[in-house]
């Protein structure tokens, strides 16, 4: 199947590599990036497995694709409209697919998610928002749309249906195009430390969340040695997590972290004393254990083996395409077409080397 992925966010290159390796052709169209922006090890690693899987970064969605694929913080940028946060910083309207935190460029997005999906044959749009709410009244109405959101309430009864996955890239570069020995290494007997949790503890959007929880891990289990590490390598997290016992999962501004991608690629449990409010991968929760004292915890194998039946990139998009709509006709163009100039970037765009 041809598959047309937007990943306005940039977030959604696991979900766009799992579709690949189940045999689908992929076009992934991600951020734009601005002319004068900085090259960081991040973007780099990030070029590398576009050009890998990929080919290229398209320069528009294809609407002829069999499946169009939308992902962006739709409830995140609905939540950044109402308080006005971050509208001092830039953003290009002509460029709409360029990063900004500016919840400006919302709307201008929005319009060519109306466009382009009353145009696609079958359209899934992904929220991969840290907020579960508010949602996008706009999207509930398009015909041939299925709304997938990556933070799903375990309690809401709405047309959104849950894809919770998050991947961290820098770790999809090595798991995909890196010697396993580079980043895998056997875990110590007995280990270093018994809870590892590698994050930023401290940032704004978390309040303090996050040193609250810490404090009460500790309080709780005063006895095990406990590891916070911030402002580490990902060298230093990959070899930190692998000397622990168990990887501390912290909710941040939402339920889901990296860590979870992190510790079950690795193999290690992850130790979760607070329930999940969102909607979680199926059989993801038997890597998750609530005890830290608990003798019985899973395996490394088993871990891994979790990782790659509920959670790898693969497993995401079966959930994906599982959810979305059933294959139809073309749909015939919108009577706007000859009013809305479709999106097509004015500047050349190359793969980030």
């Known amino acids: 199947m041809h598959v047309s992925f937007v990943d306005c966010a940039g977030s959604g290159l696991g979900v ?32 590398e497995l576009i050009v890998h899987f990929f080919g290229r970064r398209a320069l528009a969605p294809d609407l002829d694709a069999e499946l169009l694929v ?58 991969c928002s840290d907020r579960s ?16 959101t990556r933070e799903l309430p375990r309690a809401e ?9 998050l991947y961290n890239p820098v770790l999809l570069w090595f798991e995909k195009l890196r010697p396993r020995r580079e980043w895998r290494q056997a875990l110590p007997t007995p280990p270093e430390h018994d809870w590892v949790f590698c994050g930023t503890v401290d940032h704004p959007r978390y309040g303090n969340d996050r040193r609250r929880r810490i404090a009460e891990v500790r309080a709780r289990w005063p006895r095990l040695f406990g590891r916070v590490a ?14 622990s016992r168990l990887c501390l999962d912290l909710p941040g501004a939402g339920e889901l972290c990296f860590r979870l991608h992190e510790s079950l690629a690795l193999g290690v449990p992850v130790l979760r004393p607070w329930p999940y409010s969102i909607a979680m991968a199926a059989g993801v929760e038997s890597a998750i254990v609530d005890d830290a004292d608990a003798r019985e915890i899973p395996s490394p194998e088993a871990v891994r083996a979790i990782y790659e039946r509920s959670y790898a990139p693969h497993v995401a998009a079966a959930v994906l395409l599982a959810a979305a709509p059933a294959h139809l006709p073309a749909a015939q163009p919108s009577l706007r077409d000859s009013e809305a100039p479709a999106y ?10």
């Open 133 to 148: 709410a508010p949602r996008e009244p706009a999207l509930s109405m398009l015909p041939r749309v299925s709304l997938l």
């Open 230 to 243: 911030t402002h580490v390598s990902f060298l230093d997290v990959l070899a930190l997590l692998q000397s």
């Open 16 to 47: 766009a590599i799992g579709l690949v390796e189940l045999g689908h052709r992929v076009d992934y169209v991600g951020p734009e990036p601005w002319p004068d922006q900085a090259i960081g090890e991040v973007d780099r690693v990030t070029g």
């Open 157 to 165: 009864a709405s047309a959104w249906r849950p894809l919770p996955f």
């Open 70 to 127: 939308l992902q962006d913080g739709v409830a995140d940028w609905l939540h950044a409209l109402t308080h006005r946060d971050y509208v001092d910083s830039r953003h290009d309207p002509g460029h709409p697919m360029r990063p900004t935190c500016n919840p400006l460029i919302y709307p201008i997005r929005l319009a060519h998610w109306v466009e382009w999906c009353e145009r696609a044959s079958r359209t899934c749009v992904v929220d």
């Open 344 to 353: 097509s970037p004015r500047a050349a765009s190359t793969p980030i080397a």
